[in-house]
Each structure stands twice: as structure tokens, then as C-alpha cells.
């Protein structure tokens, strides 16, 4: 007998959700038929370039671009910062160029005229010292609770210690870009790589002088957002001024290095840290100030979420912001997250280490000051078995080294919200027997379509192949943006939602035709059933509907237990380090991972996964190198600005940590947790290896090779 | 002139005692002549093989059709392909010959687009990522890469693709370790390499197996090298 | 990228007649991984590019007397995979060093040795050897990736060549071809390589319009060797630093050594002292270790390089223990 609540049905009886379901545009993407908006070459496309500036700061003084427009081949140009116009970081956008050819725009490009009156810059972000004595501290805040000096002195020991992470970009393979096209003079047709589909097209229409109606917004496939693709950007606006003066599409993408540069960072974050503990392990004073920079705006890391994940009774806190002459920050994966994680993981993991107590025992002994202390200690334990924590943990150093080689294991925790985001989907069942499902939302390579696909087919007991995915379009009804790990649910949710009540009206007409009582209707494997009897077959029933489709509009997030929020989440790393050149390798690693109830469990280890390879990336390799002669940023290009190779990444474990009370909580986003406790992990297993903390990630040869030096002298 | 037999035994116009003649950087230069004759009439021959900066017709072969497109010579295969042919497969990420995303095969070789000039290509045999499937017929590889999940936003699939079916051409057998070392040519942001570590390895395991696509462009190349 | 005229000579004769028009404004084509960023970065405006990959005579890898023929063609995969370049270990180890199919099916042992510095203030627009209104900017900046030897003038970038150290190792020559139709010079490799004191000399001895036509390496013999290079990535990425080194051994006790660093310095950088401290001795952990040393022993690092010295001594060690087959450890 199905009741007629709204909810995820048994957990036994699922037969596509929970299991692992490739991706149903799987072959699309890997064969090159997927077209990205880089793809996009309607007739008649124009191909513009762009103007960077190359100074850190500074005003500029003249802006020729007469040369350009009267090349032949260039159809239009487009002045974003003209002479007179500041410049506050290199790579800001001065003009563009829309040719026949992209050579051509490049050529226009070269001889427009440029000057700059140049002024000082400031990149210098982990200099406290430096950017207080060039008036470029931004205060961000300090708050204390509880008695930090009273505990501290009555602390059996404590520890200070400095640590950092350096900024990374967001390095969408994928340039951030768009392909403009005016059909008439206000109908606007933009190709968008965005994470933001349905909310984007109001930001064409306002600088652009027409409606927000007239403006189709399309993302079918985006090659990479990971936060930074939310708005039209200068970049995309220019784009459609282009096509506005050309009268022919456009396409603009930026060059890798200016996407590096202007398209996105993630902040920095250095700090100092006390921390102290007694005898036992419990935490029980932690005083840091951290600094560091998101760029222009000078902002920093959330100061509220240090300590991060632990709750410490005595407790200061402060952070300041440096100003620096770098492009601005945009939300990276889990914002604010791994740099804390790291800042807090490290001090936790040395304090162990002063207590002479195995970092795991201090992590556990402190869970009562988290959120979830039964699922961290759940998950650590998973963890701990995987990786051999037991047998692989020593005290820090005091591993056996073979030809200089010393391993270690190192451990962290994460949390993250992940609630859904509002959405709407239109769901339409035909009289055929399939389905459509319409939504303003995109595949960021989470699986987005695939997640609806097996939702529905799962709500209907029907195959997914009759199912059929309408995303990446703002003509469909309105969805959020995927950022902070919002999709999954949010598009899941709206659509179970529809397709639960499309089912009960289709159960409806069933009943109806056949004389049954319409609560003892279920449906299964494709066929309706009513008292143990097969009564119709899904596409008989769907005959029913008569010729117009059966449509149900279906919205979310509610509180009727389809999603939920908050994830905990553990990250254990085994790391071999090679202690005459500083090289790390990561042996194993492992990340123990809820997120409620999971609809595909291939695509969320993919997630996860692909996580931990981002945290090896920014633990071990990854950062934006800014040169004090020229505030430029050098290694604004894919050899020097080191990302893992398919080499670097070691055994890698995603284990799903789903009991029946993690099912019971519905769907929660899993996009950001497995990136956040990475580098801690990383460093304490390098720290355990090599008896010295290396203290600012990523932990370069270099850094490494300097650690050693220091922790020897 | 070097003698004749010189020439036969050595396969080339020089031998050893050539290389050991000049001993310092300061050595002046020792007038020979090399194995092609100079002449004048050479002289103009070779002003025939440039093509000027303009644009002029360029006949590519691309998975077994041929193309003329007129492009300029500083055009690479990779523009030639995405703007001219619309073969987006190939996609433009690193712009530093890094990335991998835009892997090709000319002449059965693993090639990053982005590093020749279309002209260049002109009598080679180029095969892009769309040659590996026809209609719902796809290559093993393409279903290994669907089949481990080895993708999220996909930008970087299609030129991972193309490499790890180079590579598995030329390394049936191939272990964990050179999986790892040969396909250390391509990047993918967002993780994926546990799934196309799984994919390459399923299909080594199996002997690197050609499915009939590609079974089939490899018997093009072979019977057109022939 | 700029517009230039496009040249495919079939003969030696042909490529220098080509390369030798417009006043030598013109650049060598081969496998297009480091021309195409130069062009595309702007660093480099040939009037023409002559793509020499059709001239047969450059290609290929053969026998020639006691010794073997490497052609500028040859790619990485040819050196591999050729019996004839079998014996040379340091080579091979260059090879399997790159990690990706890419460059070894398509990168080629001219264009290895002619490679241009990675530094990057050069790739960023401040010329060769990186100066900006009469400043160095390497001695000032970010010098993380610089030299550590060799470095007191104002070339500080490192040589970026992989091959050149193993094959100066080996005692290679190399022939050069041009300007003129018939002028050839062969002289050592280790000799090709200069110092700049200016941006426009270039890290080699090759004049406008000559280019590297051959390689000869003497015949392996008994001869060992190994490359080791430190490389941070396990991927396509630069070596941090390399040592190659060749030896002869007399039983346990080394006869004949040669010991070249690369990546440290602006040239391949051969350690005559620290050869000469190799010879007599056996190779084990002790012995290597002190050689180690001494090949950085007048090692000047930067303000941020330091820790290549640490790299460069640690190279040298391992590269003697891995041509006599005891390297252990190490990652």
C-alpha cells in the first residue's frame, strides 16, 4: 500500500538510486561530440581578442585603438578601460577586438596604441610586516570567548606555531568566456560557460539596454567552474557589445594566462597560532591571527570559522586583510573551508606531537567539541583501516628512512553545508511513456542530468533511457546557481518532488480505468500493480494521459525530508617524502565521506575523488607566484603553475559513508567536503614522515628542503 | 667531395673524422660539401617550397576525408580544426604546449594540435577524436572513460581520450607504471585520474584490444604507409 | 601570433638557403614545442619559419664508424626505442624522465638542445636574460628555478635543455650547418653552449641562420651512465635539476668519469673537479656523496634558490649510483 507522503522510498527496495549509474552524457563528453560554449561556431562566428594591461597598477595614459578598427578582417572594437582608466591588477581588460579570423585579432590587437603611467603595487601577501608599513592592512575582525591567558597558563602544553597556504586559481580548463549573438536588435543569444544559467542573463540585459526577456541564456556543457563562473563578466559583456557593433555572433574566451590572472583566486592564508592542551589531549585554549589576501578588495578568510570544525572554549581569534595588487578573489570550491582546515588541522596535529600522543587520539579525544562527534568517530575509524593508521603512525620522525626516504600518515576533518538550492523543475509525461524534465540548471560535471534522469525513472519504476534531461537554458523554469554544493539536491528534490505527484495522478487515471481503489496502486519494473496484481504496463497507463503531456511543476527546497544539510568527513593521507630533494609522493589516500543519501554512487566517488586530487594539487604543487619587481604574476601559464599529473596521485580511496541514518537524512551536496581537509591531512603526514612541519602549503621541494635545514639547525 | 664509398658505409656525406676535425667552439668552419649538391638552380628550387604569409589553399587529410581550407601558414592544426572544421573534439586549454587537451593522432602518433601548423600537416594522415565513434559504435577506450567515470566537466576527456588510445596502440600490455609515466602529458582539473588509471589498465589488462573503429583507421594507416 | 612565410626544404642544402634569406630573420621548425610558445608569446617575430621535419638526411639514428649518428630529427622515441642508442642509460633516462607520449613521439634531440630558457621573466616578456630598466630582475625577483652556478653575470636562467647533459657526458659532437650553403663546423658539444652577456647572443654558439644538423656519439663501449634528473611532478614537467654522468669502470673502482649538471647553471654545467674526485674511487653511497659535493662546491645560489644546491649535489650522487646499479631509495 503506497502512502501518499512526499519522501525517498525504501531504502531496499531503490533500484537505481544508491547504485553506481554511468553518465548519461558520458559519450557525448569523451567522444567530442559535447559541445562547450568554446565549441560554438555558428555561421558567420567572429573570433575577438583582447588587450591586457601589463602593469600591476597605474593609471592609462593613452588608448589608441584607430589602428585596429581600420585593419581589414575587424568587424568591431570594444574599449573596456580607455586612457584615463586605473589599473589595480595586471591583466585588466582593455580592449577587444572581433575579426573574421582569430589571427586577425590578433594582429588587431598589436598595433592598437597602449601607455601607462605606472604606480605602486603591493602583491606581498604573506609579509604582515610589509603590507602594515605600506598602509595595506585591512582589519577584519577579533573576538575572544572565554579566558585565553588563564587557560593557556594553566595548559599542560602549548604550542605556537606559524602556517600558511598560498593562493591558487581556479584554472577552469574551460576559459571563462562567452558566444554572442543579436538576433534583430534586442534578441540576445549568449553561449555562457556558467554556473549560473538561469541568473546570468539580467546581467547582459542592464548594461546592454534591453530586457532580461530578450536575453537566452545557453550552458549545455562547461568545461569548469569551481566556483568562479557565477557572473556574465566584463569579458562576457564585452563580448556582446562586440556582436552588438559587429551584427554577427561573437566569440570571446580568455587566453590562459588572462583567465589566470583576472578569472578568479583563491584567497590566502597565513597565521600564527597558540594552542594548548592538557595531559589528556582536550583542547583547551587556541589564540591566531591569521592575514593573508583576496586581492584588491583586501578581504581574508573568515575570521568565524577558526578553529575550524572545533569549538574551543578559550578562544581569540583576529584576522586581517591585505590589500594587494592581484585580480579578485571568487568563491573556490568550499570557500573559506580549506585554508582554515589547514591553518587549524596543523596546529592541532604539532600540539599531538608536543604531547607526545598520536594525532588521532587528539583528534578524537576533541570530537565532543564538533558538530557530529559520532560520525567523525565513525569515519575515522573507516579511515584508520584503510590506511593502516595503526601500523603506519610513529611519532613524527621516527620512521625508519630507506636511501632517504621517510613515510608518514596524516589525518583531518571537514565539514560543509550543502544544503539544496531553490529551484523549479517542469516535469512533462507523455502519453508515449516518456519523460521530460525541464530546469534552468547545468552540469558542472557533477552529473547534474543524470541525477534527474534517475530520480524520475526511479519515482516512475521506468528505464532511464525514457527519460529525457532538459538542462543549460534560462528559457526553462529558474534553478540556482551550483555553487557551495547545492545542485544535487536542488534539482533532485524538485523533481522527485513532481515526479512523486505526476505518479499519484497518473495512479489516479489508472484507478479510474480499471475499477481499482487508486491507494492500492504501485508502481514497479514498469508496470502497475494493485493487490498483488499486475493491473497495466507503464506505457499503457501513460495512454491514459490523452494527447497533451502530463505536466507537474515541481519546486524546492522543502522541509519534507528529500534533502537536508551539514556533512562531516575525514581525510587520511599515507605520503612517502624523499628527504634529500624535498619530493613528496603520496602512497595512499583516503577520504571517509556522508552525504546522506546518495542518488549515484559512481559519479559521488568521482566527486570525492576528484577532490582529493584538487587538495594534492594545492597541498603539493599549486600556487599563484606574484613577483615583488613587477607585481606581475610569473607563472601565469600550465608549466610553471604545477598542477598533479595522472602520476601524482598515488592509491586513492573514496569511501562512502552511508548507514541507514545517513540514507534517512535525504540528499545533501558532496561537491566542496572532500577538497577541504586535504592539505592538513597532507601536511601532517609529511610532518609525521620527516619530523619538522613544513609550514606553507603547497609543500614544495623547496619548502620542504627548508624545513629540514631549519628543523636542523 | 667525399668519395662515394664513404657516403655508402657511413649512410650519410660525413663520418667521424668530420665530427673530430673541429675540436674547439673557435674552429673555423671546414668547407665540405654536404651530400646535396649546391647549386644555383637548388637555389630557386627551394624559393619554390615557400609558401608566403598570405593565405593560400591547405589540403588536410582528417579521419580518412579530405580538406582544403585557405589559411594562413601561422594557423595551427588546432585552430584549422576547431574554427575552420568545426572538429571541436580537440579542445584549446594550455596555449603552451602543456595540456594534452588538444591530442591528436598524425600518422598514428599521439600529437598536441596546438603545436603544429596546419600547413605542416599536409600529406599526414590526422585522426581526431570524433573518428572514434560512429553513431552509437564507439571505441573501447571512449566506453572505458564512460564506464569508470573518468570525466566530470569533460573538457580535458576528449584529448585524454586520443592520448590514452595512442598509448595503449603502442602498449597493449601495459602496466599500472607506464600508465602512469606515458600519460603524464595531459591534465585534468577536476580529478579524474583514479577513473582513466582504472580505464587504461582494464583495457591493458586485455591486451589493449582495438576495438573495430579504430581497428579500422589502423588499417587505413597501415595500408596507406604500405 | 605574427604572420611569416612558411618553408618546407627536403635537403640540408635547401633549409640553409631558406634559413639564410631576410637577413637570417628566420627560425627552425621541428617539433614545434618550444617555437610555438615563442611565437605565440610574441618572444620571437621570424619573417619565416622553415620546417625542416622533411629533410631525410637529419632523421633517424645510425652507425657511423666506432660511434652512432643521432639526426637533429631524431625524436625522443627514435632514441628510445632505436638497439643503437640501447647503451646510452643517461639518455634513455632522459626519455622515460618526460612522461608524456606527446613529446616523445614529436619532440626532437635538435630541439632539445636549441631549447630556449623556461625562465620566466624571459616567457613574460624581459628578454633572455631578464632585465627591466638595467635591473635584473631574476637577481631582485623570484629567482626559485634559477642558476646556483655560473650565475655571476647577467645570464641567471638555466639551460633548458634535457639531452645536452647526458650527451656532453658521453662526449658528443655536434654538427652545425650554414650560414653559408657549404659551411658545416663540428665541434663538442659541450662547446655549442654560451654564457650570454647579452639577450641577443642566444644560449648557443649557432650564428643566424645555422642550425644543429647531427649528433655523434663515440661508441658506448664499456662505458656506464645514468641521468638523474629531480623532478617534482610525475608528469610532464622541468627537472628542478639533473646531473648525467658516464663512467668507466675498472672492476669496483672508477677509471674514466664525466660529470655534467643540468638546469643549475645557463649551460649544461660539466664538474671537472668532481670527475676527476670520481676517478680511482668505487661508487657507493660515501664516495658519490662526496663527489656530490664537490660538483656544487663553488655553487653560487640566489636569494631564493638555495635549496638547489641541496638537488644538484643529491643529482650528481644518484646519477653515479644508478650507472653502476646501486641506487636505492630516493623518490
Redesign the interface.
Known sequence: MAERTIGWGPRSENRLIGSEV??I???G????????T??I?TPGTL?AKLLTA?IAAGKVTRLNVAPAEEMEGVHAVHVLNGEGAEIRYEGTLLAAVAAE???IA??AV?AIEVSYEPSEFFVDDDNLEAAEAAGRTKPQGENTQGDVEAALSAAKVVHKGYYGINTITH????PHGSHCEFTGDEDLTVHLSTQNVSGTGGQFAGPLGIDESSVSIICN??????GSKFQAGEWGLACAQLAKKAGRPVRL?L???TELKIAGNRPSGFAEVTIAGDADGNITAWDSHHWGTSGINGSVVRLSLIPYVFEIENRNRKATGIVCNRGPNQAWRAPNHPQLSALTATAMDDLADKLGMDSYDLFKKNLDKTERPDVYAAEMEVGAKIIDWKAKWHPHGKGES????KSGVGMALHTWGGRAHAAICQLKVHSDGTVESYGGSQD???GTKTIIAMTIAETFGIPMSKVKVHVGSNAYPKSGPSGGSTTVGGVSGPNRRASQEALWKIMDLVAAKYGVDADSVEAKDGYFRSGGKTICSWTQACRLIGPMPLEVQGTGPKDDGLTDQGVGGVQMADV???T??????VNKFVCVQDCGLIIDL??A???V??????GI?YAL?EEQ?M????G?F??A????Y????????GE?VAEMYQPDSEYDRGVIGLGEPPVISSGGALSNAVANAIGVRVPVLPM???RV??ALKGGQA | MRDRKDQNESGSGFSRRDFLKGSSAAAAATAMATSATESPAQQSQSQGNVASAEARDVTLSINGQQHTLSLEPRVTLLDALRNDLNLTGAKDVCDTTTCGACTVLIDGKATYACARFAVECEGAEIQTVESLRNGSEVDEVIEGFVEHDAMQCGFCTPGFVMATRAFLNENPNASLEDIQKGLGGNICRCGTYHGITQCALQIAQKGGACSWLNERLVGDLVAKTA | MRSFEYARPQTEAEAVALLNDHDSETTVLAGGTDLMNLLRRDLVGPKRVVDIKQVESMRGIRPIDDGVLIGALATLEDVASNPLTADYRSLLDVVDGTRAIQIQANGTIGGDLCHLPNCWYFRNGYGLLGYDNGESLVQAGDNRYHAILGNAGPAKFVSASRFAPAMIAWGARVRVIGPEPDAEEYLPLEYFYITPRLSSQGVTVLKPGQMISHLWLPSAGRKRSATYEVLQMEGLDWPLASASVSVEMDGDIVRDASIVLGHVAPTPWLSREAAKQAVGRPLNERSASEIGDLAVATATPLSNNAYKVQLARTAVKRALLKAVDKLEGGL
Open positions: 554511468q553518465r552524457d558520458g559519450v563528453k569523451a567522444s567530442g561530440a559535447a559541445k562547450y568554446a565549441d561556431n573570433y601589463t579570423r582569430p589571427e590578433e594582429d598589436r584554472m577552469c580548463l574551460e556543457y562547461i568545461g569548469g567552474g569551481f574566451m587566453d590562459r594566462s630507506r636511501g632517504g626516504v558542472l560535471g557533477t612517502s617524502v624523499d634529500e630533494t624535498g619530493i613528496i609522493r559512481l559519479t566517488k568521482s566527486q575523488l576528484g577532490g582529493m586530487i584538487m594539487a604543487s607566484v613577483d615583488n619587481n613587477t606581475r610569473i607563472n601559464d600550465l608549466e610553471n604545477k598542477l598533479p599529473r595522472i602520476g601524482d596521485v586513492l614544495t621541494p623547496q628542503l627548508e
